[in-house]
């Protein structure tokens, strides 16, 4: 019998709503807030800001606080929201070997951890820590398509002798790159302390939400049919 007091009601239809979800295969868990950067040594590391447009060649890039380089060339930069593990935006990139976005600032010698997500489209992708000037870098493994987010990171020691500036890369390590790049972390030490890394949890193949108002729709659709087919008490 369907139910008849305002109680049992709010719990028909709370209880439609998470059947229409099991049944449509969705996940109901709430949208992860947009992880807080303190500790992070990158500005816009998590590409939150940026510019309309596609950028090409060197000099300014799409993405705020960010500058991209051609080694090779071509290379692009687009501030898109197709594809993003936090927040509402994320970097696409087109690029050749050693061609991508930097950052620089002022780094005193030590060791530092870079990570980040990468979502490739064709090609593959590094990321990267440079030092003195940009004259020495090394870089993580190359990442190849997978058709899902991929985590990457390296963790560097160097000594800076001709200039303090160094940072974070992220560069294409092929012909042919097409990527997007999400939830960027540097800071100092061996072990990375990014609030976006695996080991906390952050896991963003996980299943999409679905949008709030579409599912509530269905289940209140649900709801209605019931109703219509309640017997009167009056």
């Known amino acids: 019998m369907p139910p008849s007091t305002p109680a049992a009601l709010a719990r028909f239809a709370r209880d439609a709503v998470w059947s229409t979800a099991l049944l449509l295969g969705v996940s109901l868990s709430q949208a992860a807030p947009v992880i807080s950067q303190a500790g992070n040594l990158l500005i816009n590391g998590n590409f939150e800001s940026g510019m309309a447009g596609t950028f090409s060649g060197i000099g300014s890039s799409a993405l705020s606080s960010w500058n991209q380089y051609a080694n090779t060339g071509p290379v692009t930069s687009s501030w898109v929201t197709s594809k993003v593990v936090d927040g509402t935006h994320s970097a696409l990139m087109t690029t050749n070997r050693y061609d991508g976005l930097y950052q620089y600032q002022s780094l005193a010698s030590g060791t530092y951890t870079l990570s980040g997500w ?5 090609g593959s992708v590094n990321l990267g820590l440079a030092w003195n000037g940009g004259s020495n ?3 993580s493994v190359a990442q190849a398509a997978t058709g899902a987010w991929e ?7 160097f ?20 990527f997007y790049a999400d939830g960027l972390w540097l800071n100092a030490g061996s072990t990375s302390t990014s609030g976006y890394a695996p080991s906390r949890g952050f896991n963003p193949n996980a299943v999409s939400v679905p949008e709030p108002g579409s599912l509530a729709l269905v289940g209140l659709a649900l709801l209605g049919l019931a109703l219509r087919r309640a017997p009167s008490f009056g």
């Open 137 to 139: 870098a090394a870089f």
């Open 118 to 122: 990468v979502y490739v489209l064709t």
């Open 151 to 157: 985590y990457l990171s390296i963790t560097q020691t």
């Open 159 to 178: 000594t800076q002798t001709t200039n303090s500036y160094g940072g974070a890369l992220v560069y294409g390590a092929g012909p042919g790159g097409s």
